[in-house]
């Protein structure tokens, strides 16, 4: 299943491609859906980042965040740790996507490209087992 790491490298890949390719392709249209359901699993994914802002944030006695003077979030070293060590496992965590597989793949499709649309609309590619 790919992660929210995969679907960043799906955006990165899947927009530049749309942009140089504006033919009406069946796999153009596999790949806009695709990109839709990414965008807004992307956004999902946003949102439970600011949310472990806010978990593992410095609070006051009062437990009021506490903010820097730039008026970002702050943070006791322990819980950034705790923070970051949350957003890296969020990262790494299944995203959720439903693969929309296209049924024609165009041929000029990059190695870089083929593995980054794997998962989403071109079939997911195993992992190589070493010896």
């Known amino acids: 299943m790919p992660t929210y790491r995969d679907l960043v490298a799906f955006l990165n890949a899947a927009q530049p491609w749309l942009a140089a390719h504006p033919e009406d392709r069946k796999f153009r249209y596999a790949l806009k859906k695709t990109v839709k359901q ?3 699993l992307w956004a999902t994914y946003t949102e439970q980042s600011e949310d472990l802002d806010i978990e593992h944030c410095a609070v006051d006695k009062d437990g009021v965040i ?12 322990e819980g950034l740790r705790k923070r970051n060590a949350a957003r890296k496992a969020l990262f790494e965590a299944d995203a959720g996507v439903v693969p929309f597989l296209a049924t024609e793949v165009p041929a000029e499709l990059t190695e870089a490209e083929r593995e980054a649309f794997a998962g989403f609309v071109l079939p997911d590619v195993p992992e190589e087992v070493g010896p």
């Open 38 to 40: 990414a965008e807004r």
């Open 66 to 77: 506490r903010k820097d003077e730039r008026g970002q979030v702050a943070f006791t070293k």
